[in-house]
């Protein structure tokens, strides 16, 4: 036997996983966060108890029941041609309660994977945390590696780990954190998120060796924190996690007290101008009754963010580099890309009233670019998100609850 194969099948049989050993098999999946994160609080501001959302809560925060169709969403979503859900998950409850009372938590989140299993998706259990209770929002891990909060953080993990081992392996991962805020990403940082990740991981891999591991940089998950990482702990049984919101100035056009409108400009850059935005602006304030002094206003607030956007020049020329990042660390790392997790994409979509984001032409070209350059280097990749009424879903934000079908469309899917 070559020494290299001897050598790689000395390393499976330590990992305990086999000869052919390789993580949960994920190829497009779909956020669903609304269900399962922001846990309803009690008016003392605590959770209500037990905590979570009904799905029938779920699907009434922002409609009524009637608009939705009457067949099982989480079939919908695979009919749709998604092959897992990434579900995410307030892991504010969990680390608020102990013994009993985490049981129950537990118990809720466990029925909770069994429901999206069932219908014959795969479940990425995202802990994401919320910052509605600010004593277990990510700023709780925020004190270094060796801070109680990371300690607490790290327990609960543990036994979310231990409730997901009674899923067959081929069903579920686990995705510890979701956006560290560890900043900066570079050669002066101090080595906190690097301990943080390294030691969750070995805390996973002391209750099961088959468990996928969804691994993420600090710096908000991004790029740039994921080329930071240091894969030292790595195994066949790991992604690692990165997010593609870039550029945010295109994919985030949110209104603010300063700015109330922000939308309209085009993706790629250059099939535009800055004159060309200001017009299309002009005209949404105008068609919303606002008055030549409060456009004047905002139309101040709004050339600098505007004249840089088309001065960066975002197209897919810049979006293929940025992604060519992390395939880059990949490949230096000996980490096959795909095993990469571009965790999170996505794009508001043009308001009702024209306040904020994109218009669809360019919503969709950009959706579909992202998309087709994590494809193209065989990227597994979710993207943000099911349902919810801010704008950034697959079903629609108002009326029926019916799929966007150009997004499906961007997204590859019938």
Same mark, same amino acid.
């Given at each position: 036997?070559?020494?290299?194969?001897?050598?790689?099948?000395?390393?499976?049989?330590?990992?305990?996983?086999?000869?052919?050993?390789?993580?949960?098999?994920?190829?497009?999946? &779909?956020?669903?966060?609304?269900?399962?994160?922001?846990?309803?609080?009690?008016?003392?501001?605590?959770?209500?108890?037990?905590?979570?959302?009904?799905?029938?809560?779920?699907?009434?925060?922002?409609?009524?029941?009637?608009?939705? $169709?009457?067949? /099982?969403?989480?079939?919908?979503?695979?009919?749709?041609?998604?092959?897992?859900?990434?579900?995410?998950?307030?892991?504010?409850?969990?680390?608020?309660?102990?013994?009993?009372?985490? @049981?129950?938590?537990?118990?809720?989140?466990?029925?909770?994977?069994?429901?999206?299993?069932? !219908?014959?998706?795969?479940?990425?259990?995202?802990?994401? *945390?919320?910052?509605?209770?600010?004593?277990?929002?990510? /700023?709780?891990?925020?004190? #270094?590696?060796?801070?109680? #909060?990371?300690?607490?953080?790290?327990?609960?993990?543990?036994?979310?780990?231990?409730?997901?081992?009674?899923?067959?392996?081929?069903?579920?991962?686990?995705?510890?954190?979701?956006?560290? @805020?560890?900043?900066?990403?570079?050669?002066?940082?101090?080595?906190?998120?690097?301990?943080?990740?390294?030691?969750?991981?070995?805390?996973?891999?002391? &209750?099961?060796?088959?468990? %996928?591991? &969804?691994?993420?940089? *600090?710096?908000?998950?991004? &790029? %740039?924190?994921?080329?930071?990482?240091?894969?030292?702990?790595?195994?066949?049984?790991?992604?690692?996690?990165?997010?593609?919101?870039?550029?945010?100035?295109?994919?985030?056009?949110?209104?603010?007290?300063?700015?109330?409108?922000?939308?309209?400009? $085009?993706?790629?850059?250059?099939?535009?101008?800055?004159?060309?935005?200001?017009?299309?602006?002009?005209?949404?304030? %105008?068609?919303?009754?606002?008055?030549?002094?409060?456009? !004047?206003?905002?139309?101040?607030?709004?050339?600098?963010?505007?004249?840089?956007?088309?001065?960066?020049?975002?197209?897919?020329?810049?979006?293929?580099?940025?992604?060519?990042?992390?395939?880059?660390?990949?490949?230096?790392?000996?980490?096959?890309?795909?095993?990469?997790?571009?965790?999170?994409?996505?794009?508001?979509?043009? !308001?009702?009233? #024209?306040?904020?984001?994109?218009?669809?032409?360019?919503?969709?070209?950009?959706?579909?670019?992202?998309?087709?350059?994590?494809? #193209?280097?065989?990227?597994?990749?979710?993207?943000?998100?099911?349902?919810?009424?801010?704008?950034?879903?697959?079903?629609?934000?108002?009326?029926?609850?019916?799929? /966007?079908?150009?997004?499906?469309?961007?997204?590859?899917?019938?």
């Amino acid at each position: 036997m070559k020494l290299f194969s001897l050598l790689s099948l000395l390393f499976a049989l330590a990992m305990g996983t086999g000869v052919h050993a390789a993580p949960l098999a994920l190829h497009r999946g &779909i956020s669903v966060q609304d269900w399962l994160n922001w846990s309803p609080l009690d008016s003392d501001g605590t959770y209500r108890w037990p905590p979570y959302r009904s799905e029938t809560e779920w699907m009434t925060l922002a409609r009524p029941l009637s608009d939705w $169709p009457q067949s /099982d969403q989480f079939q919908r979503i695979r009919a749709m041609g998604f092959d897992f859900v990434r579900l995410s998950v307030d892991p504010g409850p969990l680390l608020a309660s102990e013994g009993e009372r985490r @049981e129950q938590a537990l118990a809720v989140l466990e029925r909770a994977v069994e429901r999206v299993t069932s !219908a014959g998706l795969k479940v990425v259990f995202d802990l994401h *945390a919320a910052r509605q209770v600010p004593a277990y929002s990510i /700023d709780m891990i925020g004190r #270094g590696a060796n801070s109680p #909060g990371v300690a607490q953080y790290r327990g609960m993990v543990r036994r979310v780990a231990a409730m997901l081992t009674r899923f067959d392996a081929g069903l579920v991962a686990l995705e510890p954190f979701n956006e560290p @805020e560890y900043y900066p990403c570079d050669e002066t940082d101090t080595g906190d998120w690097q301990r943080i990740m390294a030691a969750t991981v070995a805390d996973i891999r002391a &209750i099961s060796r088959d468990l %996928t591991i &969804i691994v993420t940089g *600090a710096c908000g998950g991004s &790029i %740039t924190g994921l080329v930071d990482l240091d894969p030292s702990f790595d195994d066949p049984r790991l992604y690692y996690s990165f997010h593609m919101y870039e550029p945010h100035s295109f994919t985030h056009q949110l209104s603010s007290a300063t700015q109330p409108f922000n939308s309209s400009l $085009p993706w790629p850059a250059a099939i535009g101008s800055p004159d060309e935005a200001v017009a299309h602006l002009k005209s949404y304030m %105008t068609a919303a009754g606002i008055g030549e002094g409060e456009q !004047a206003a905002n139309l101040a607030a709004a050339r600098d963010p505007i004249a840089r956007y088309f001065a960066e020049n975002w197209g897919f020329p810049q979006l293929q580099a940025r992604i060519n990042e992390a395939v880059n660390w990949a490949e230096r790392h000996r980490i096959p890309t795909s095993r990469l997790f571009m965790g999170e994409f996505g794009c508001y979509g043009l !308001a009702a009233d #024209g306040r904020s984001g994109a218009r669809d032409e360019d919503r969709l070209r950009y959706l579909a670019a992202v998309r087709l350059e994590a494809e #193209g280097r065989d990227i597994p990749w979710a993207v943000w998100e099911y349902s919810n009424p801010h704008g950034i879903s697959l079903i629609a934000p108002w009326g029926a609850a019916v799929p /966007d079908g150009g997004m499906l469309y961007a997204l590859g899917l019938p």
